[in-house]
C-alpha cells in the first residue's frame, strides 16, 4: 500500500462548512498528488506537490486549496463545501525512482 | 487538451472467457502509458509502458503499447470472476521538472459472470 493513509475515511458535510483531508506517508516521498473521482469521469488531478512547501494545481483545483508543511503530510481544503465536491478523494505517492503512482484507500466526502 | 478515451466503457463476459480493452490517447509531451485496476477500492498498479511494441506480461493479463497509432490494449485470458473490476488506463505527459502529472480515462467496467 506504499504506507499511504488518508483521514477521514468517510466524512458527511454541509454546503458551506470548511473541510480538510489529510494524506500521510511514511516513505519519505517526494512527490504527492490529491485526485477526485466521479462517475464518467476516472481520476482527475486536484492539486500536487513536489516537496515541501511546493505545490501547484491541477486540472480541476477551483474551490480547492493545500498545503504541505512537512514531507509526510498533505492536506486538502474545502474552503466552503458544495455539493459538487461530493466525490471520493485519492490521495496519491509516486514511488522512488520510478513514474509510477501509488494511491492511498481514499476518503469518501458528502456535502448535503 | 490531454486526452484519454477507453473503450468500451463496460461489458460482461463468462468466465473462461477472454477481453480486451482498448485506451488511446492524445498528450503532449507523451513519457508513458499505465494501467490501474480498481475494485471498490484505491486502484491498484498493473503496467506501465514506455516503448512501442513491448508486451508486458503478468499472469492472465498483458498490455502493449502503439506509440505510432496513439493507443494500448489490455488483454485478460481465461477471465475470471475476480478479474471484475474497474480498468483505468492513465497517461504521463508534460514535463518531469515538477513531477509527472497522470491524464485518466473514464475507466472500463469489466464484469465476469460464472
Known amino acids: 500500500d506504499a504506507g499511504i493513509t488518508q483521514s477521514p475515511r468517510h466524512k458527511v458535510t454541509e454546503t458551506g462548512t470548511p473541510v480538510t483531508l489529510r494524506c500521510h506517508q511514511t516513505e519519505n516521498h517526494r512527490y504527492m498528488y490529491w485526485y477526485r473521482q466521479d462517475p464518467g469521469h476516472g481520476l482527475r488531478l486536484i492539486h500536487y506537490?513536489?516537496?515541501?512547501?511546493?505545490?501547484d494545481k491541477g486540472e480541476v483545483s477551483d474551490g480547492y486549496s493545500v498545503s504541505r508543511s512537512k514531507t509526510e503530510d498533505f492536506l486538502l481544503t474545502l474552503e466552503s463545501a458544495t455539493s459538487s465536491q461530493t466525490s471520493v478523494y485519492f490521495c496519491?505517492?509516486?514511488?522512488?525512482?520510478?513514474?509510477?503512482?501509488?494511491f492511498g484507500p481514499g476518503t469518501r466526502l458528502t456535502v448535503l | 487538451e490531454d486526452k484519454v478515451v477507453q473503450s468500451p466503457l463496460s461489458l460482461v463476459v463468462h468466465e473462461g472467457d477472454t477481453v480486451t480493452l482498448n485506451c488511446s490517447y492524445e498528450?503532449?509531451?507523451?513519457?508513458?502509458l499505465l494501467w490501474y485496476k480498481q475494485e471498490k477500492k484505491a486502484p491498484t498498479f498493473l503496467f506501465m509502458l514506455?516503448?512501442?511494441?513491448i508486451e508486458k506480461k503478468s499472469g492472465r493479463l498483458s498490455s502493449i503499447l502503439d506509440k505510432k497509432e496513439l493507443f494500448s490494449i489490455l488483454n485478460i485470458t481465461a477471465t475470471q470472476t475476480g478479474d471484475s473490476a474497474v480498468y483505468l488506463c492513465a497517461v504521463e505527459a508534460g514535463p518531469m521538472e515538477y513531477g509527472n502529472k497522470l491524464v485518466f480515462g473514464a475507466g472500463t467496467i469489466l464484469r465476469v459472470k460464472s
Open positions: 506537490s513536489y516537496g515541501v512547501k511546493d505545490t
Open positions: 496519491a505517492i509516486r514511488g522512488q525512482n520510478t513514474d509510477t503512482q501509488y
Open positions: 498528450v503532449t509531451n507523451f513519457r508513458s
Open positions: 514506455t516503448s512501442s511494441g
